[in-house]
């Protein structure tokens, strides 16, 4: 018998009990079809993260104070004062520093910002006019004034949405600052909400309004992304002969390249998204287990065919493969279905999610392969049984 | 051709051993036309499974065609099924929803007839029993007699030695049944071997020679024509 014969006649059966095929595709339709629907939606808010931080540039280094050590005592990251507006001016002037096009000193904290009647707690970043181009982020700040430039969520917090500001005062830890602009939106989401920030001048932020001489962080603009690495080296021992540390493992700052900020946020998404498959695939068994059932029911059912065939000389490798084959097309068909419905699925809800909408080829891969396998898993000894059925036994039986 | 020397069958269902056919021999010559008669349980069914090559006797020895048939596993068997015997059953055993063509077909697809020629011989043969206008019909749409037809169809598509037919007429209107007859008979004339189980003694009565049996036991092996008289009453 030729394998082709077998398909079609494997096929026909299954189109003559139209309604059993398809509930018994169905599960193998949603397995496929939710695996395929997370691997590509997890692809695409990775790819969503990964072109968040690269918009805030590629070629940025970011210089944050490490924890404090006195004594055996250490403090909480970030929380070291050592950082100050002459380290950022240094590393722009050092000749040992040949790889940086521009250094922005930074003081951020959170504070209460109200205006009238409305209140808000939000992001306070002091800047110098440098942070626009080293972000890549339109903020246009004039320095030594009482002013600030807020982020769109901000505005709408307080004024309401769409309402425009500029002219008016806001009240940030109970000091008046004039609004002279708004930023433009960068998106919301991610690990970091770029639209929920006020700027000020950084010597406002320092003197006036915290009382503070250190900074929370430099952004650095290496010349070119080739440069990254030397740029971080070059900056790194500047600090260090600065801060008077020999050894690199005490250094009081951490030097953070997008990359590795990246390669953090990617493998959260990555195991969010190996989570979710993993859960996706345990339906694919259960459906798998739905198909095996339904063969099983199948082989009862169809006794008397299965011992006719074997009197009339079937082997019992011809009756294995028939129903093998009916499993494989079964969970096949399941399985391309699964993968159009994956896709669909994704594609809407990466519409609605307004991330990037991707579908790899290994996802379709692995939908027809491992819908294809399923078959034969569970296909396997539901044909085993039928062929191992006696031909009288099977005959006798109503 | 048929050979069957001290066949024994014996089913055990927990502590309970059933002799169903106890030490049997009869041989059948190319061309006989055979009757086994028997009431039920008598051990007929059995014997029929033992020379159908459906199932292996407990004890004895049956040689088919020269050949031995207890040394074969599981697909040899298949194999002789396929190739030496064709098969009528009482209750036809068409495949449903399949047309009468394909139904034919089928015993080809397992015995590696070359797929252009299949078509041509289960129209030959469907075209014997007079059925060449009812090739694309489903079983549900044919008379009893009709599927039986189909299926006599079917156990000749292989050119088999012997035809075995299990109460070929049990379920068929008798006007019907005399038309299965007169096909067997015509299949007799031409030289082929027919072997025919039954407890109707005047379908019985179409065969040359009858075996009676009970309690598993050969009670008299005979002329049929000649046997009408002396027939044991059942």
Redesign the interface.
């Known amino acids: 018998?030729?394998l082709t014969?077998i398909i079609s006649e494997a096929a026909n059966t299954l189109f003559?009990n139209r309604l059993r095929t398809a509930l018994a595709t169905l599960g193998i339709v949603i397995g496929i079809g939710s695996v395929i629907a997370l691997i590509s939606l997890g692809a695409g808010s990775q790819k969503a993260v990964s072109d968040q931080i690269q918009s805030l540039g590629s070629n940025l280094l970011t210089i944050s104070p490490g924890s404090q050590t006195s004594g055996s005592v250490r403090s909480a990251t970030g929380s070291n004062t050592t950082l100050t507006y002459d380290d950022a001016k240094a590393i722009l002037i050092s000749p040992k520093v040949t790889t940086v096009s521009a250094v922005s000193p930074e003081l951020s904290r959170r504070s209460q910002v109200t205006t009238g009647g409305a209140n808000t707690n939000t992001q306070v970043i002091g800047v110098e006019p440098v942070y626009s181009e080293v972000h890549k982020i339109t903020v246009s700040v004039v320095s030594m004034t009482k002013v600030a430039v807020l982020g769109p969520q901000v505005v709408t917090d307080l004024f309401g949405e769409g309402a425009n500001p500029t002219g008016k005062n806001i009240r940030i830890e109970g000091q008046s600052f004039g609004v002279i602009g708004v930023t433009e939106s960068k998106g919301g989401s991610g690990f970091q909400n770029q639209d929920d920030i006020i700027y000020i001048p950084l010597t406002t932020a320092q003197k006036s309004l915290y009382g503070a001489n250190y900074l929370s962080s430099i952004a650095i603009a290496a010349k070119s992304e080739d440069e990254m690495v030397t740029a971080q080296d070059e900056v790194g021992y500047l600090l260090l002969d600065r801060h008077n540390i020999n050894d690199p493992a005490d250094a009081d700052f951490r030097i953070m390249s997008q990359n590795d900020i990246l390669s953090t946020a990617s493998s959260v998404t990555s195991t969010f998204t190996t989570l979710l498959t993993g859960i996706a695939a345990i339906s694919l068994v259960v459906g798998g287990i739905g198909i095996m059932n339904i063969m099983l029911v199948t082989v009862t059912e169809r006794t008397?065919?299965i011992g006719?065939?074997?009197?009339?000389?079937?082997?019992?490798?011809?009756i294995i493969t028939q129903f093998l084959v009916e499993a494989i097309i079964l969970t096949s068909a399941g399985g391309i279905i699964g993968m159009f419905v994956g896709i669909f699925t994704s594609f809407v809800i990466s519409k609605l999610m307004s991330i990037a909408f991707t579908v790899s080829v290994g996802s379709i891969v692995l939908a027809i392969g491992v819908s294809g396998a399923t078959g034969i898993v569970f296909g396997w000894y539901p044909a085993r049984k039928a062929s191992n059925l006696?031909?009288?036994e099977a005959?006798r039986y109503e | 051709m048929i050979q069957i020397s001290g066949v024994s069958k014996i089913y055990t269902t927990g502590d309970v051993e059933t002799i169903a056919l106890d030490n049997v021999s009869f041989k059948i010559k190319r061309g006989e036309f055979l009757a086994i008669m028997g009431p039920s349980g008598s051990g007929k069914s059995t014997l029929m499974h033992i020379l159908g090559a459906l199932d292996r006797p407990t004890s004895g020895k049956y040689i088919l065609d020269g050949e031995n048939v207890e040394n074969l596993d599981d697909d040899q068997l298949a194999g002789i099924r396929n190739k030496k015997i064709g098969f009528v059953f009482q209750s036809y055993n068409l495949l449903p929803r399949t047309s009468a063509l394909k139904n034919v077909i089928l015993p080809m697809m397992y015995g590696g007839v070359p797929k252009e020629k299949r078509l041509e011989i289960a129209k030959k043969y469907l075209d014997m029993v007079g059925l060449s206008d009812r090739l694309n019909n489903t079983p549900s749409q044919l008379s009893g007699g009709q599927q039986q037809r189909v299926a006599i169809a079917r156990s000749l598509v292989m050119d088999p030695a012997i035809i075995l037919a299990d109460e070929p007429t049990g379920n068929i209107a008798t006007a019907q049944a005399e038309e299965i007859m007169a096909i067997f008979q015509k299949l007799n004339n031409e030289g082929r071997t027919i072997i025919m189980i039954t407890h109707e003694a005047d379908i019985a009565e179409h065969a040359k020679r009858i075996i009676h049996i009970r309690d598993g036991k050969i009670v008299e092996d005979g002329n049929g024509h000649k046997q009408r008289k002396i027939r044991i009453k059942i």
């Open positions: 018998m030729e014969e003559t008397r065919e006719l065939r074997k009197a009339l000389g079937a082997k019992k490798k011809n006696e031909p009288i005959l």
